[in-house]
């Protein structure tokens, strides 16, 4: 017969309270991780919406298998693999106490430290980037200087060619249905 006394019953509520504040942790970085992408992202319309959603889904597909495989280790290590209800009972109270207090206090530090490295990140691209962006821009000006003037000159001659090509054929289309006109 297993021993329930009352030390077995007390470090299992322990343990199971433990694996609900690391589950909780768990949760806090996937959070975390939502925020990153949003912050990285941004609203860009339906398709960011598709894959926010399934990135948001995976998360908590992920959580959910951890989650599952938490509790089943706990119960086959701790228990014996006896289920009992106080396993779960701990597991939502420790996730829910760290969810609650230290979980939210995670969050909002995180949330402005990602926002923040992010920003970090995003000026210092741009400050690394500026110099081919000067160097385009450069490059640019100088073909539409040279180059682009010179093709927007053999385009306008040609232009200018086709239309009085036109022109000629018109012309010698009206004189010989003027022709034509004279011999009826």
Known sequence: MLDTSQELLTGLLLRSFLCGCLLGVLYSIIKITRVAVKEIFGDRGKAFRIFEFIFIFTGDVFFGICA??????????VNYGMFRGMVYLGMIIGFLLYYLTLGKLVQKISEKLMR????????????????FYMIFKGLFFIYRLTIGKIIAKIIMALKKRSEKRKSVLNTEAQVADDLQKENL
Do not use: D, R, W
């Not at 599952?68 to 290590?77: A, N, R």
């Open 68 to 77: 599952g495989i938490v509790s089943i280790l706990l119960i086959y290590h």
């Open 116 to 131: 923040g490295v992010i920003f970090l990140i995003k000026k210092l691209l741009f400050i690394l980037l500026m110099p």
